[in-house]
Antibody, heavy 121, light 111 residues
Framework: QVQLVQSGAEVKKPGASVKVSCKAS????????ISWVRQAPGQGLEWVGW????????KNAQTLQGRVTLTTDTSTSTAYLELRTLRSDDTAVYYC??????????????WGQGTTVTVSS | QPVLTQPPSASGTPGQRVTISCSGS????????VYWYQQLPGTAPKLLIY???QRPSGVPDRFSGSKSGTSASLAISGLRSEDEGNYYC????????????FGGGTKLTVL
């Protein structure tokens, strides 16, 4: 079955970087995109960005512009989210999700289990 | 402030039908597909409706979606206690170089 398995929880200090992984299985990785969504404690869903596993094109949320890098490793069917210069308001659960679009984001169908990132001094 | 507007709460008794609205604009809902997600307490979001009104396999036909102009809605019929949770609409927005946008979420309570 289609599955996305994310890396474990992270605790980081302000100003540090974090890299979250998302390993896909059960489908042809390069036939879809991967979107990243985060959810701060007690809050709603916020889009972080999207990457096409087909050609590596990306689109990122402007609010995170310059601090986020999305990549994929097609040899291992794994997507990565790197967030730099962490601030306390980056504390959230980060989800990866398979996206229907490979040329532009269309919508997410299967979600990972989430990775908690805590930023605290 | 979320780009898509949803009511913060909705409620109903078992067996009832409830509808959750999602209001947007010409740059998002009117011109792009709408998706609906269910998030039960302590779990990851789950896809309920894709491409406005399509139901993934495994989602009961009690859930249905529709779209008209700049608004969309999710209907849940035959309400069950396990439907209690948060519901989010989402779509692509063509403004500001493009971005995925979500509604603020609707907390559904089954009385």
């Amino acid at each position: 079955q289609v599955q996305l398995v994310q890396s474990g929880a992270e605790v980081k200090k302000p100003g540090a970087s974090v890299k979250v992984s998302c390993k896909a299985s059960g489908y042809i990785f390069t036939s879809y995109g991967i979107s990243w969504v985060r959810q701060a404690p007690g809050q709603g869903l916020e889009w972080v960005g999207w990457i096409s596993a087909y050609n590596g094109n990306t689109k990122n949320a402007q609010t995170l512009q310059g601090r986020v890098t999305l990549t994929t490793d097609t040899s291992t069917s794994t997507a990565y989210l790197e967030l730099r210069t962490l601030r306390s308001d980056d504390t959230a659960v980060y989800y990866c999700a398979r996206d229907d679009g490979i040329l532009k984001p269309l919508g997410m169908d299967v979600w990972g289990q989430g990775t908690t990132v805590t930023v605290s001094s | 402030q979320p780009v898509l507007t949803q009511p913060p709460s909705a409620s109903g008794t078992p067996g009832q039908r409830v509808t959750i609205s999602c209001s947007g604009s010409s740059s998002n809902i009117e011109t792009n597909y709408v998706y609906w997600y269910q998030q039960l307490p302590g779990t990851a979001p789950k896809l309920l409706i894709y491409r406005n009104d399509q139901r993934p396999s495994g989602v009961p036909d009690r859930f249905s979606g529709s779209k008209s102009g700049t608004s969309a809605s999710l209907a849940i019929s035959g309400l069950r206690s396990e439907d209690e949770g948060n519901y989010y609409c989402a779509t692509w927005d063509d403004s500001l170089s493009g971005r995925e946008v979500f509604g603020g979420g609707t907390k559904l309570t089954v009385l």
